[in-house]
């Protein structure tokens, strides 16, 4: 039997593998305000890395720094070891993705994505061959004469990608490229962006502040945090063991619970635990801790069910403790309490974290 490959991309597939690419102590003010304030992160060749972070915490800026789009007033950025800080933007060899409404509307899709092969003055057939190839690649090879309005945002979104690989960028740059579609797209998109990201192996920095997303697709990522990174790490280490309670906090759903560490172990609604970090210093903390770790049952702890959802394959229910507190817990659908119900709660997991009380 014979295994042919996809022949449709093979050029675009051709292109060079991605680049290294490093940060190190970024910093950028914007009169007097400090965006970024010493932002470092390496990201591997053809690695997926998600910056991660609340509205206003610099993603947008530590991307604009490293496509050239913003100066920054201090660090380096080096691609493949090379310090780009004073190359300009159209030397950099890298393609971006903005938000949205970012095609020239004047222009066709096929149009759209000729324009950076048009800027390097390719010639028009092989422009138009690169175009096409480009749109099969994100599925749109079917609309390349319509203008942007003649386009839903998600195929909008595949042509913006196609523009900014068109030319073949050792590197790409999605700033919140999904966040003006519908939750369905949104999945399907962000699954199309992995595969292509792939497929090419080109280094990607995908800015997103919506966790769900960034765990989805990224190799890594980095939780960044009023102008500095705070963690950078796999999914799973992210979430099991995040260094800080903002990373607890903002990677996955966690519960805030008061408790006593001594002796590497803590003491937290009359159990005691293990801790992830057996080195916390003895005294009152606050205890992070996953609902996934706490299971109903028939003795322990006492609390009474708020409201309690449905979500598929699982249920959510959120209760309130005896000294007032509510939190959440996640347990099979099969079991459905009822608001008012007296319950019991055991802890079955070691908390992620602990932070000051
Ligand atoms: P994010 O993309 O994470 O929402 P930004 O990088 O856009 O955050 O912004 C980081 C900080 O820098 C914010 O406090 C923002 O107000 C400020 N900022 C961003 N761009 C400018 C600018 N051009 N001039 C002044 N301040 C800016
Ligand atoms: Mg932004």
Avoid: W
Wanted: glycine residues 10%; hydrophobic residues 40%.
């Amino acid at each position: 039997m014979t295994i042919t490959t996809s022949t449709s991309t093979s050029s675009i597939g051709s292109a060079a593998p991605g680049a290294n690419v490093q940060l190190i102590d970024v910093v950028k003010d914007y009169s007097g305000q400090r965006a970024l304030d010493g932002v470092t992160l390496s990201i591997n060749p053809g690695e997926f890395i998600a910056l991660l972070g609340p509205s206003g915490c610099g993603k947008t800026t530590a991307l604009r720094a490293l496509s050239g789009l913003e100066l920054v007033d201090g660090g380096h950025i080096l691609i493949d070891g090379k310090d780009v800080v004073d190359v300009p933007v159209n030397k950099r060899d890298i393609g971006m993705v903005f938000q949205s409404y970012s095609l020239f509307p004047h222009l066709t899709a096929g149009e759209n994505v000729e324009f950076g092969l048009r800027m390097r003055k390719v010639g028009a057939a092989e422009r138009r061959r690169r175009a096409a190839e480009t749109l099969e690649l994100v599925g749109l090879d079917h609309h390349v004469g319509r203008y942007a309005h003649q386009l839903s945002g998600g195929q909008q979104q595949r042509v913006a990608l196609a523009r900014a690989l068109v030319t073949k960028p050792r590197v790409l740059l999605l700033d919140e490229p999904l966040s003006a579609l519908d939750a369905k797209v949104r999945v399907q998109l962000r699954e199309e962006i992995r595969r292509i990201q792939t497929e090419l192996s080109i280094t990607t920095l995908f800015v997103t502040h919506d966790q769900e997303e960034a765990l989805a697709i990224a190799d890594r990522v980095a939780v960044m945090r009023a102008g500095n990174i705070e963690q950078v790490g796999t999914p799973e280490e992210l979430y099991s063991k995040p260094a800080t309670p903002f990373v607890a906090e903002f990677v996955g759903l966690t519960n805030r619970v008061t408790g006593v560490v001594s002796g590497g172990t803590v003491e937290l609604l009359g159990q005691r635990l293990p801790l992830v970090q057996a080195d916390a210093p003895d005294g009152e903390v606050r205890v992070y801790l996953r609902p996934e770790h706490i299971t109903l049952s028939s003795s322990g702890i006492p609390a009474t069910v708020v409201t309690s959802s449905f979500l598929g394959s699982h249920r959510r229910t959120n209760v309130r403790l005896e000294d007032g507190s509510v939190i959440s817990l996640q347990h099979s659908a099969r079991l459905v309490p009822a608001p008012g119900e007296a319950v019991h709660l055991e802890l079955s997991g070691a908390p992620v974290t602990v932070g000051p009380s």
